[in-house]
Protein backbone atom coordinates (compact mmCIF):
# COMPACT_ATOMS: atom_id res chain seq x y z
CA UNK A 1 0.00 0.00 0.00
CA UNK A 2 1.22 3.45 -0.83
CA UNK A 3 1.51 6.15 1.72
CA UNK A 4 -1.09 8.14 -0.31
CA UNK A 5 -3.65 5.49 0.37
CA UNK A 6 -2.93 5.41 3.95
CA UNK A 7 -6.12 6.00 6.54
CA UNK A 8 -4.68 7.54 9.83
CA UNK A 9 -6.55 7.89 12.82
CA UNK A 10 -6.39 10.71 15.25
CA UNK A 11 -8.39 9.06 19.13
CA UNK A 12 -8.44 11.46 21.95
CA UNK A 13 -10.16 11.38 25.32
CA UNK A 14 -12.97 13.76 26.33
CA UNK A 15 -14.95 15.16 28.84
CA UNK A 16 -18.00 13.84 27.48
CA UNK A 17 -19.88 12.08 29.88
CA UNK A 18 -22.83 11.35 28.03
CA UNK A 19 -24.24 11.57 24.39
CA UNK A 20 -27.69 12.71 24.15
CA UNK A 21 -30.16 10.26 23.31
CA UNK A 22 -31.71 10.73 20.14
CA UNK A 23 -28.58 12.28 18.30
CA UNK A 24 -28.07 10.98 14.99
CA UNK A 25 -25.39 9.98 12.71
CA UNK A 26 -25.42 12.71 10.61
CA UNK A 27 -25.99 15.41 14.08
CA UNK A 28 -22.51 13.96 15.54
CA UNK A 29 -20.19 16.48 14.36
CA UNK A 30 -21.86 19.78 14.37
CA UNK A 31 -23.16 18.85 18.33
CA UNK A 32 -19.56 17.85 19.11
CA UNK A 33 -17.54 20.06 16.81
CA UNK A 34 -16.85 22.81 19.53
CA UNK A 35 -15.85 19.88 22.57
CA UNK A 36 -13.22 18.68 19.34
CA UNK A 37 -12.01 21.97 18.46
CA UNK A 38 -11.28 23.49 21.94
CA UNK A 39 -9.39 19.85 22.55
CA UNK A 40 -7.19 19.83 19.50
CA UNK A 41 -6.72 23.86 20.62
CA UNK A 42 -5.16 22.68 24.30
CA UNK A 43 -1.67 21.69 25.04
CA UNK A 44 -2.82 19.35 27.46
CA UNK A 45 -5.00 17.33 25.23
CA UNK A 46 -3.46 13.89 25.05
CA UNK A 47 -2.84 11.77 21.92
CA UNK A 48 -4.72 8.45 22.72
CA UNK A 49 -3.29 7.10 19.42
CA UNK A 50 -1.91 8.08 16.34
CA UNK A 51 -1.44 6.17 12.98
CA UNK A 52 -3.19 3.29 11.08
CA UNK A 53 -6.85 3.34 11.64
CA UNK A 54 -7.68 0.88 14.18
CA UNK A 55 -10.28 -2.36 14.28
CA UNK A 56 -12.00 -1.29 17.30
CA UNK A 57 -12.14 -4.90 18.22
CA UNK A 58 -11.98 -5.66 21.68
CA UNK A 59 -14.20 -8.18 21.93
CA UNK A 60 -15.40 -6.63 25.19
CA UNK A 61 -12.02 -7.71 27.18
CA UNK A 62 -12.05 -5.11 29.92
CA UNK A 63 -8.44 -4.35 29.81
CA UNK A 64 -8.74 -3.52 26.38
CA UNK A 65 -11.55 -0.86 26.49
CA UNK A 66 -10.97 2.94 27.49
CA UNK A 67 -13.60 3.42 29.98
CA UNK A 68 -15.45 7.00 27.97
CA UNK A 69 -16.02 8.87 25.22
CA UNK A 70 -13.59 8.83 22.72
CA UNK A 71 -13.21 11.38 18.98
CA UNK A 72 -11.50 9.74 16.49
CA UNK A 73 -10.88 11.18 13.08
CA UNK A 74 -10.28 8.76 10.03
CA UNK A 75 -8.25 10.92 7.31
CA UNK A 76 -6.69 9.75 4.17
CA UNK A 77 -2.35 10.26 4.52
CA UNK A 78 -1.68 12.53 1.59
CA UNK A 79 -4.74 15.18 2.41
CA UNK A 80 -2.81 15.67 6.50
CA UNK A 81 0.50 15.71 3.80
CA UNK A 82 2.97 13.73 6.52
CA UNK A 83 3.31 10.40 7.77
CA UNK A 84 2.54 8.76 11.26
CA UNK A 85 5.76 9.69 13.08
CA UNK A 86 4.26 13.74 12.72
CA UNK A 87 5.18 15.37 15.83
CA UNK A 88 2.04 15.28 17.94
CA UNK A 89 1.34 19.84 17.71
CA UNK A 90 1.50 19.07 14.23
CA UNK A 91 -0.90 16.20 14.58
CA UNK A 92 -3.28 18.10 16.34
CA UNK A 93 -2.79 21.72 14.16
CA UNK A 94 -3.42 19.59 10.90
CA UNK A 95 -6.54 18.01 12.16
CA UNK A 96 -8.03 20.89 14.14
CA UNK A 97 -7.42 22.95 10.38
CA UNK A 98 -9.76 20.42 8.89
CA UNK A 99 -12.36 20.02 10.82
CA UNK A 100 -12.65 23.83 10.92
CA UNK A 101 -12.67 23.66 7.01
CA UNK A 102 -14.32 20.27 6.33
CA UNK A 103 -17.10 18.00 7.01
CA UNK A 104 -16.78 14.38 7.80
CA UNK A 105 -17.94 11.88 4.98
CA UNK A 106 -20.09 10.17 7.94
CA UNK A 107 -20.00 10.14 11.57
CA UNK A 108 -20.48 7.48 13.43
CA UNK A 109 -20.93 6.29 17.24
CA UNK A 110 -19.18 2.87 18.17
CA UNK A 111 -19.70 1.29 21.29
CA UNK A 112 -18.23 -1.78 22.96
CA UNK A 113 -19.36 -2.94 27.04
CA UNK A 114 -16.79 -4.91 28.90
CA UNK A 115 -17.67 -6.51 32.24
CA UNK A 116 -16.58 -3.23 34.33
CA UNK A 117 -15.79 -0.57 31.27
CA UNK A 118 -18.24 1.04 28.83
CA UNK A 119 -15.96 2.57 25.50
CA UNK A 120 -18.02 4.99 23.16
CA UNK A 121 -16.03 5.92 20.52
CA UNK A 122 -17.50 9.00 17.87
CA UNK A 123 -15.43 8.62 14.92
CA UNK A 124 -15.55 11.27 11.66
CA UNK A 125 -14.46 9.87 8.42
CA UNK A 126 -12.96 11.97 6.59
CA UNK A 127 -12.05 9.24 4.09
CA UNK A 128 -14.16 10.00 0.61
CA UNK A 129 -12.65 13.55 0.49
Do not use: C
Request: aromatic content about 10%; cysteine-free; proline content about 5%.
Amino acid sequence: MDNDSLMLSLIIETSVFAIPSGLTDDELFPHFLPEAIALLQQDSTIINHFGLVPDNGSDGIDDLLFDGVLFRFDVPQIILGFLQDAEPLAVKQAFLTLIQNTIPVYSVLLEEQGDFKNEKTIVFDFGGL
